[in-house]
């Protein structure tokens, strides 16, 4: 299993540092041991190829009355191992909260 965090300043310029003191700030401070990519967009013209691809395959709850961007930091996605997404899951959700669905796809053997 593989942890990937992708850092964007797009929700209340909440990551307004430049890459590297971003990382070493998620690492000090809120003990981020998982990796962390360079910001990126997950909304608007400039989004990422990944975040267009994810929301396209997993659109959000709302998605049909208000689209399917992102609203918050910590939207959270479960991809399996064959790079399928498999579950989205709303930026409050905790990661405990994910810890069945993980198991599930680790446990699931494709042939």
């Not at 990551?15 to 909304?43: A, D, W, Y």
């Not at 400039?46 to 689209?67: D, Q």
């Amino acid at each position: 299993m593989v942890v990937i965090g992708t850092p964007c300043n797009q929700f209340g310029s909440q990551e307004p540092l430049e890459n590297s003191e971003m990382i070493e700030k998620c690492r000090i401070n809120h003990g981020v041991t998982f990796q962390l990519t360079e910001k990126i967009n997950v909304n608007g013209p400039g989004t990422h190829p990944l975040y267009k691809y994810l929301k396209k395959e997993l659109g959000s709850f709302f998605g049909k009355l208000f689209g399917n961007n992102i609203k918050w930091n910590f939207t959270k996605f479960l991809i399996d191992r064959n790079g399928k997404p498999y579950r989205r899951y709303a930026p409050a959700t905790k990661p405990e909260n994910i810890e069945e669905d993980i198991k599930k796809l680790l446990a699931f053997r494709s042939g």
